[in-house]
């Protein structure tokens, strides 16, 4: 059964009973049903999987326990009970599918599993999150043309487009320990600095902390060291994604980046937001992908109809910003920029492909970050160090205040969503994170 296509669980005419979920704009309708790990506020239950619906979080480990849906999806509720996703991730494709196919069929308008299941709901105002899974090893991404065009120009006016971004989706292996799910707080990094000014470095916190724009893709089944994933098979690898604020400290970076990368400058912290919405919840979403017909076509291994066709994911991004002054005077947060991941100049599928090229072993649970989703617009930049040119440009907020970098206090705030016509919408809740000292 192919991944990608369509089925019942898509249908724009379904409703729940879960009333919550049929209301207008809301996150999670039942065309959605993504997964997180979660356990009641101020418990000391263990975390468990849940599924979104309306306001509601479905206790998997209850629906287990009470027998209601087809022994055949034992094992895989089995593995939801668990702490983390990453056995169930390892599952397959064809797992998912059926444990979508039956949730969305006993949360459904009239459904029979109605009176059993209405009561493993639990308010999700009520409920805390922990990381989906484990995440064993994390590689970041740098697929926004415009964004690396962006910055090479900031720090390479010369050269701003290194040659081999045209051929390789380019990454770097990043720090795993520190992504941490949305409402944790991040510390502000101290490291080395040494602005142009300076003629040695010194020792001090980050001044030109930013946040960047990004879609998290996780890895479910992997592949056997030495062996590869065909490009037409990469989706079926792909369990899901969330939004991803891969927080950066641009000062650090510059400094140390050259010549192996990013170290410091990013390791210190990611937000993610805590559910998964599935790669099936997505399929209505795909859309075509292209390459410029003057850029060089990707190779071989990298090229086919199917990526052509559906390649692309409209994932509609926006981050906001709320300082501590806004918050004490019950000002909203102010939009910063919106961008979509259908700009993305490389798919996830030629991501995962590419990865495991050389043998390189994925596992259930790894985790991908996109890059910072820029667009050709100016309001569709994805982080600060674009929007304040580098530093030179202010950007002024509600109050009278105004920011090139973040400052101690500020509030970011990431959210998502995929809509249109013909299909229902379905979000992907938030990223928040508080810049502590």
Known sequence: MNHLELNETHDINLTSWVESANEKGCDYPIQNLPFAEFRRKNSNEAFRCGVAIGNKVLDLTAVLESHVFPV????????????????FMGMGAETWSLLRLNLSRGLAMDSDLQGSLKGYLID?????Y?????IGDYTDFYTSLHHATNVGKLFRPDNPLLPNYKWIPIGYHGRSSSIKVSGHPVHRPV??????????PTLEPCKRLDYELEVGIYIGSGNEMGSSIALDEA?????????????????IQAWEYVPLGPFLGKSFASTISPWIVTSEALIPYRQSW???????QPLDYLESKQNREQGAVDIKLQVALQTQSMQQQGVEPVILSKSTFAYSYWTVAQMVTHHSVNGCNLQPGDFFGSGTQSGPGVEELGSLLELSEGGKKSIDLPGGESRTFLQDGDTVIMTGYCEKEGTARIGFGEAVGVVVP
Do not use: I
């Not at 989706?235 to 000062?251: E, I, P, T």
């Not at 292209?290 to 060089?296: K, V």
């Open 130 to 134: 922990s990381l989906p899974c484990q």
């Open 290 to 296: 292209s390459r410029d017909e003057t850029d060089p």
């Open 235 to 251: 989706d079926q690898h792909v369990f899901g994604y969330c939004l991803f604020n891969d927080w950066s400290a641009r000062d």
């Open 124 to 128: 999700m105002q009520s409920v805390e």
């Open 191 to 200: 490291g080395q600095l040494k602005p142009p000014s300076q003629e040695t």
């Open 72 to 87: 055949e999806l034992n094992r895989a509720l089995e593995a939801c009970s668990e702490p983390t996703l990453n056995r």
